[in-house]
C-alpha cells in the first residue's frame, strides 16, 4: 500500500458516544483525499473522499441542518 501522509483536521463528540474524525490524506503522487472516521463503541468506519464528493457530503449537510432536506436522492 502507499504511504500516505495524515493531517488531523477535526475530531467531534456526536450523540449516543460516538466520535468522528475528520483528516487530510496525502500520497507521494500528490493525490489527496479527505478521510472521515465514525467510531462506535469498538466499530470503526473510515470512508475516503475526493475533493468533489467532500464538497458534496458538505453541501447536503449543511442543507440537511438547516432543516431544508429534500426527499431527493442523488
Known amino acids: ?12 463528540e456526536l450523540p449516543f458516544r460516538r466520535r468522528a474524525r475528520i483528516r487530510e490524506v496525502s500520497y507521494p503522487s500528490g493525490l489527496r483525499m479527505v478521510r472521515l472516521v465514525l467510531m462506535e ?5 473510515q470512508v475516503d473522499l475526493d475533493p468533489d464528493t467532500a464538497r458534496q457530503l ?14 431527493t436522492v442523488q
Do not use: F, N, Y
Not at 504511504?3 to 483536521?9: A, C, R, V
Not at 442543507?63 to 426527499?71: I, N, P, W, Y
Open 1 to 12: 500500500m502507499a504511504e500516505e501522509t495524515l493531517k488531523e483536521i477535526a475530531e467531534l
Open 58 to 71: 458538505s453541501a447536503i449537510l449543511a442543507t440537511a441542518a438547516d432543516g431544508a432536506a429534500t426527499d
Open 41 to 45: 463503541g469498538k466499530r470503526i468506519t
